[in-house]
């Protein structure tokens, strides 16, 4: 069966500081990969998806960025958070595309401080 | 841009009862809606998919419906547990991959 994983599962940083936040699926191959953010007051926004290995989509302008170096990973990066990078970060995970179901990992939460 | 709205924000009903969860949005071409719940603090746990080409989908005591023309669906729960309790979040796909949520139904089920 296919297990999805994200950690940290909580984290927080100050104002400046890196980020890093990692997912990884198992027991599927080539999976389309997303990342979202949940902040408060808000609904989840989509802000990254991957088709394949290196190909990354942002949907939403910020000082995020995500990187894909294998099949089953997917990265979110940040040079420095700002007070507004707050939220429940989700990855998800599907296959093929059209009428495919999407499924969420545990999520971590990131507060900027 | 295609935007979801959801309705009640929040609804607190009493065990046993049948309820209704809302969910509209403004673009109706779409590959599919999705209907999630999220506990507390959790990730989404996939509950319904509905292709645009159908008009509603059933598992166990959950059934949503579908009416793409509009712009609407709904989630029909029967018989509420106390278990029921979640935020129900609704989604819509028009790109065959990613999703726009709406900002969820708060839902509270009292013995």
């Known amino acids: 069966s296919q297990t999805i994983h994200q950690w940290p599962a909580t984290l927080v940083q100050p104002v400046g500081s890196p980020l890093s936040l990692e997912c990884t699926v198992e027991g599927t191959s080539n999976p389309n990969l997303y990342w979202y953010r949940q902040a408060a007051g808000r609904g989840l926004q989509l802000l990254f998806y991957?088709?394949?290995?290196?190909?990354i989509s942002s949907e939403v302008p910020q000082n995020l960025s995500a990187s894909r170096p294998q099949d089953r990973q997917f990265i979110l990066s940040s040079k420095k958070l700002l007070l507004s990078d707050s939220g429940f970060y989700l990855c998800?995970?599907?296959?093929?595309?059209?009428?495919?179901?999407?499924?969420f990992g545990p999520g971590t939460r990131l507060t900027v401080t | 841009k295609q935007e979801v709205t959801q309705i009640p924000a929040a609804l607190s009903v009493p065990e046993g009862e049948n309820l209704v969860l809302n969910c509209s949005f403004t673009?109706?071409?779409?590959?599919?809606l999705q209907w999630f719940r999220q506990d507390p603090g959790k990730g989404l746990t996939s509950l319904l998919l509905?292709?645009?080409?159908?008009r509603e989908q059933t598992s166990g005591r959950l059934n949503a419906s579908l009416d793409k023309s509009s712009g609407r669906s709904t989630l029909y729960i029967a018989a509420s547990q106390p278990g029921d309790s979640a935020t129900y979040l609704c989604?819509?796909?028009?790109?065959?991959?990613?999703?726009?949520f709406g900002k969820g139904t708060s839902l509270l089920v009292t013995p």
């Open positions: 673009d109706s071409a779409i590959y599919n």
């Open positions: 989604a819509v796909s028009d790109s065959g991959y990613a999703l726009n």
């Open positions: 509905i292709q645009s080409s159908q």
């Open positions: 998800a995970w599907s296959v093929g595309s059209g009428n495919v179901w999407q499924y």
């Open positions: 991957s088709v394949g290995i290196g190909q």
